[in-house]
């Protein structure tokens, strides 16, 4: 018969823990690592977006001024 969780030796339990552990500390990386990849396509967006818009006015200015 199977045995229940509950009589699992200590050492196995143990090990199932520090292989969860060692699990999310690799998703905390993985995360942290995507989180500063967006970080830096928004900023590089907003520069872009920023860029296009005083490129905008400039010609509207000297459309306007002509």
């Known amino acids: 018969m199977e045995q229940s969780r509950s009589k699992r030796p200590i050492y196995e339990i143990s090990a199932s823990i520090m292989e969860l552990s060692a699990d999310i500390k690799q998703i905390r990386n ?29 010609e509207s200015r000297s459309w306007w001024w002509g």
Do not use: F, G, P
């Open 30 to 58: 993985d995360l942290a690592y995507i989180k500063s990849k967006i970080k830096k396509e928004v900023i590089k967006e907003q520069l872009e977006e920023q860029k296009m818009k005083q490129e905008c006015v400039i």
